[in-house]
């Protein structure tokens, strides 16, 4: 497969949505995004890593870190989070707190804002430290040192942060959150913080493709819990736009605010993509789109 030849036609697809959408701007620190970049990156399960435009720029992977923090949990932790998360899409925004309330603090699954919490939470609780648990992991996924925390973004996410304090405090009103709620959002804020580029997140995200194994070839996940990772990414991974990403792309993804998506073809390849220009639901619209040429020209989905 000439994964470059098809990152290039996808581009010129895609090229007139690039700079369409909105820069996420409740978080000062992602207003100064430059909406005309796009990146896109696919690695191999193989090994090999390509990519077209801004694929080598880092930016801020927000959402996408919920894949990672589920992942470590589970690793470290077994199916013991499902007693304190569901695994049902909300079709609600990703930091409403409507559901929280009817159905006694437990978030409809680990991807919207809430649910990240709780893993994180879990999280911290087995590993001590959350953040450098996600940080060492993509790392070594990456092969890349410089991968890190952006500390403006994350002070500044603190600083507007009443929302997810909102949902932290309620859950733990339903015993619900097992560390003190300020040093459960230092550490969620600090995760959605790390920057990173499109191929250091195709290379991170690929042992999903690899059925939980990693690129070093040990395993982090059994085979049974990677697939049960990309089932979430697919019904919850976009929001209350799952449905309509499924229809469009038909891969298990992962959006941020930042405009990154992080998208997998099973036993095939992981896909980084990233334009900061969101639709209204917080998904990268130039993103979505090259996701979309890009099962269409492969045939690459999972249905
Ligand atoms: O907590 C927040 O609101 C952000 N750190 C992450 C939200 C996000 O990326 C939602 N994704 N589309």
Redesign the pocket.
């Known amino acids: 497969m000439d994964y470059h030849a098809i990152l290039e036609h996808v581009l010129a697809d895609i090229e007139p949505e690039i700079g369409c959408g909105r820069v ?1 701007d ?2 000062p620190a992602l207003r100064s995004a430059d909406p005309d970049r796009f990146g896109m990156a696919v690695a191999d399960v193989d090994g090999p890593v390509t990519g077209v435009g801004d694929w080598e720029a880092p930016f ?7 894949v990672f923090a589920l992942a470590l949990v589970i690793a470290a932790d077994g199916e013991q989070v499902w007693q304190r998360v569901g695994r049902e899409p909300s079709g609600n925004p ?2 409403s707190l409507v559901q929280l309330e009817h159905e006694r603090g437990i978030p409809r699954n680990p991807f919207i ?1 809430a649910g ?1 919490l709780v893993v994180t939470d879990r999280l911290l609780s087995v590993t001590g430290d959350a953040r450098g648990a996600m940080l060492d992991f993509l790392r070594a996924e990456s092969g890349n040192p410089a991968v890190d925390f952006d500390p403006v973004v994350a002070n500044s ?1 603190a600083e507007h ?1 009443a ?2 304090a909102a949902l932290g405090y309620f859950m733990a009103s339903h015993d619900n959150v097992e560390n003190p709620v300020p040093q459960v959002l230092e550490h ?2 600090w995760q ?2 790390i920057a990173m580029s499109c191929r250091d997140l195709a290379l991170a995200g690929c042992f999903l493709a690899r059925h939980g194994v990693r690129a070093d070839g040990s395993r982090l996940l059994t085979r049974s819990d990677a697939k049960r990772v990309n089932a979430i990414m697919l019904t919850c991974g ?2 209350d736009a799952a449905g309509e990403f499924a229809y469009r792309v038909g891969l298990p993804g992962k ?4 405009g990154g998506i992080l998208a997998i073809v099973p036993g095939r390849c992981a896909l980084a993509v990233w334009s900061p220009g ?1 639709d209204a ?3 990268s619209v130039a993103g979505v789109a090259a996701l979309d040429r890009f099962t269409t020209r492969t045939g690459w989905s999972v249905f």
């Open positions: 996420a409740y978080i801020s992977m927000q959402s996408v870190s919920k990703f930091n804002n990240a996410e942060g929302r997810n969620y804020f959605c913080a976009t929001y959006s941020g605010v930042g969101l639901r917080g998904n």
